[in-house]
């Protein structure tokens, strides 16, 4: 039981530093469309996994800010990636203009909402096996 109460406060924890990070996003970046270049795949080294490797995803987004063009690979993890040419809402950082993130509920808020329901369900499984409910 101690072991799950630990688990649970684990995973609210890491889904509220998630969630935290994300509404900075939504706060302090700035908000403009960007465009989807390419896509790649690429087997990426996991040293746990004693040396084999595993297919990423990645999918390059390009954005101006200024002048200056951005073409930023970022990963994702999703069974439907946007199509190559699609205009998405992004984010970047106002001092680091090559740092961006995705602006879709799904790219900030699924993860983070996951893993904070999931503690919570673990905390409560947890005290209700502890007053025999």
């Not at 680091?96 to 799904?106: K, L």
């Amino acid at each position: 039981m101690f072991m799950f109460v630990i688990v649970a406060l684990l995973l609210i924890g890491i889904g509220v530093y998630y969630m935290v990070r994300a509404l900075n996003y939504k706060k302090y970046w700035i908000p403009i469309q960007g465009r989807i270049k390419a896509h790649k795949k690429a087997r990426t080294e996991t040293p746990i996994d004693n040396g084999t490797s595993t297919p990423s995803s990645f999918e390059q987004v390009s954005y101006s800010v200024g002048k200056k063009e951005y073409a930023i690979w970022t990963s994702y993890s999703t069974a439907f990636p946007y199509r190559v040419g699609s205009t998405i809402p992004i984010r970047y950082h106002p001092l680091h203009h090559n740092e961006m993130v995705i602006d879709t509920f799904g790219r900030l808020y699924v993860l983070p909402l996951f893993l904070i329901v999931l503690g919570i369900a673990l905390l409560y499984l947890s005290f209700m096996s502890v007053m025999g409910g």
